[in-house]
């Protein structure tokens, strides 16, 4: 799973495999099918089909209004420029509500071509996880800086400064993995705290924002290739395209940058 030489497609328990061996894990999100292709070819172990979209190519101010419909139709464009990535969808605001709804929409993200779905939180959407994971949905987990709690949040703000937010954190993150998620997204979170739940938990986490001690990390397309997206570029983000000089070039140079653990810097996390 480290080489990109290594063309054998990546599983859900290559993903424990890698955690174990102590290899890092290469994430990216995509939205099309050409841009599936060149992460593919360029080392990249697992492609999201974030709900990102709605900033990044829909043009909304959140991740909100992207719907069932539109995550599916993404999700069946980028499944067909990939031969070797594993390929997660996310359930959109309200579509994990109940973990009937949830089974609804990931049967429809796993016919479309992906392997695993990512849902936010913990709490109630436990019952979620367990209920996709029991119906042989393998589920991500993604906590810290949940973007469909921007209101509650009152913005993108850092998860886990303080001392009963930080707990609250780690309790979450062993919650998700009891209850069968076999993957973890740790977003915007001190790096410490980052490092002390990867240690504790079983399964492999996936930083954004969370410091370079992750299983593996995981940017938005957009941002590695520095497009202006119209919304404040967060600290985490780093402009591969500059280093790497075309889009095969910044990919890789990402990929090996994560491999390596030179990315995240402390340039590039928060204390
Ligand atoms: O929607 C998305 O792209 C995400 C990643 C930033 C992890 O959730």
């Known amino acids: 799973m480290s080489t990109a030489n290594d063309s054998k497609p990546i599983t859900v328990p290559g993903l424990a495999d890698a955690k174990r061996d102590g290899r890092k894990l290469v994430m990216l999100t995509a939205y099309d099918t050409g841009f599936a292709r060149v992460l593919d070819a360029n ?10 979209l709605g900033m990044v190519v829909q043009g909304h101010g959140s991740t ?14 980028v499944a067909r420029g990939l031969s070797r990535a594993l390929l997660l969808s996310d359930l959109p605001f309200q579509s994990d509500a109940t973990p009937e709804r949830a089974l ?46 921007v209101l509650r949040f009152g913005g993108y703000k850092v998860q886990g400064r303080e001392a009963i937010a930080a707990k609250k954190l780690r309790e979450d993150a062993q919650a998700v993995a009891d209850a069968g998620a076999s993957l973890l997204v740790l977003e915007c979170v001190p790096s410490s ?11 492999p986490t996936i930083g954004i924002g969370a410091g370079a001690d992750c299983d593996g990390q995981v940017l938005v397309l957009h941002d590695l290739l520095g497009l202006d997206s119209g919304h404040r570029r967060p600290k985490f983000v780093k402009d591969f395209l500059a280093e790497g000089g075309s889009v095969a070039g910044a990919v890789r140079a990402f990929a090996d940058a994560v491999r390596d653990g030179s990315f995240p810097d402390a340039e590039h996390a928060y204390a």
Request: charged share 20%; with cysteine.
């Open 193 to 203: 705290l980052a490092a002390a739940i990867t240690a504790a938990i079983p399964i």
């Open 43 to 52: 080392g990249v172990d697992m492609v999201l089909v974030g709900d990102s």
């Open 64 to 77: 909100l209004p992207v719907t069932v419909d539109d995550i599916t139709y993404h999700t069946r464009c």
């Open 104 to 149: 609804e929409a990931s049967a429809r993200f796993l016919q479309a071509g992906a392997g695993m779905v990512k849902l936010e939180g913990a709490g109630h959407k436990l019952d979620a996880i367990r209920f996709l994971v029991e119906r042989e949905i393998p589920v991500c987990a993604h906590l810290g800086l949940t973007p469909q709690s």
